[in-house]
């Protein structure tokens, strides 16, 4: 069973900068790509960035030019690097990953919360 770990959000000041990671593990297969999505308290779930095996990412265009998705050196791990966070970012922070075969799978959230 593949099991995807998010790391601890946490709580910053509006105008700070938070770093996520993820890894996907027990996977069968390598990945097709590896996203984040967050969901704030009355909102649905929503796309914040991904990027795909290859490199292409896409980001919402609410975070472009402030968040930078990548893929580190660690097998089937990709983070997050969010700068000049705003109180509209907080949110639960969830890492998806579709492996090659199509299959979808999900952490259990993190919370970040921004303060202004």
């Known amino acids: 069973q593949v099991q995807v770990a998010e790391s601890v959000g946490g709580l910053v000041q509006a105008g700070g900068s938070l770093t996520l990671s993820c890894t996907a593990s027990?996977?069968?297969?390598?990945?097709?790509?590896m996203a984040w999505y967050r969901q704030a308290p009355g909102h649905g779930r929503e796309l914040v960035a991904k990027i795909t095996r290859s490199g292409t990412m896409t980001y919402a265009d609410a975070v472009k030019g402030r968040f930078t998705i990548f893929l580190p050196t660690v097998p089937n791990t990709v983070s997050l690097e969010m700068n000049s966070l705003q109180p509209e970012d907080s949110a639960v922070y969830y890492c998806?990953?579709?492996?090659?075969?199509?299959?979808?799978?999900w952490g259990q959230g993190t919370q970040v919360s921004v303060s202004l």
């Open positions: 027990r996977m069968r297969t390598t990945f097709n790509f």
């Open positions: 998806n990953v579709q492996d090659v075969i199509g299959d979808y799978f």
